[in-house]
């Protein structure tokens, strides 16, 4: 098992920066892929992106590609979401997953645990 705890949510202006952290502890954390997802208010949680168990593999929704970067450092338990020129659209509650296995995974039913979400708004 491993429980996951996101920080570094805020209040932003668009074109602004952000980063928020995914601290794990529980199980070897280098066995998990990690993924980062969204929840608008009114909408259904989206994927933004994810990272392999070595970090050597990242895949991002179209939406942010280019301007989020997702990362990890195994060696302090943490994923990290880089997000950069933020806009009103990016404003959500944002939540990391993860699963044992190795892989790139994009859907929500392929994650088994959960954070407990930190929210990002981005002022216009």
């Known amino acids: 098992q491993v429980q996951l705890v996101e920080s570094g949510g805020g209040l932003v202006q668009t074109g602004g920066s952000l980063r928020l952290s995914c601290a794990a502890s529980?199980?070897?954390?280098?066995?998990?892929?990690m993924g980062w997802f969204r929840q608008a208010p009114g909408k259904g949680r989206e994927f933004v992106a994810t990272?392999?168990?070595?970090?050597?593999?990242?895949y991002y929704a179209d939406s942010v590609k280019g301007r989020f970067t997702v990362s990890r450092d195994n060696a302090k338990n943490t994923v990290y979401l880089q997000m950069n020129s933020l806009k009103p659209e990016d404003t959500a509650v944002y939540y990391c997953a993860a699963r044992w296995m190795s892989g790139i995974l994009t859907r929500e039913n392929e994650y088994n645990y959960w954070g407990q979400g930190a929210q990002v708004i981005v002022s216009s």
């Open positions: 529980g199980r070897t954390f280098s066995g998990y892929t």
């Open positions: 990272i392999t168990r070595g970090g050597g593999t990242t």
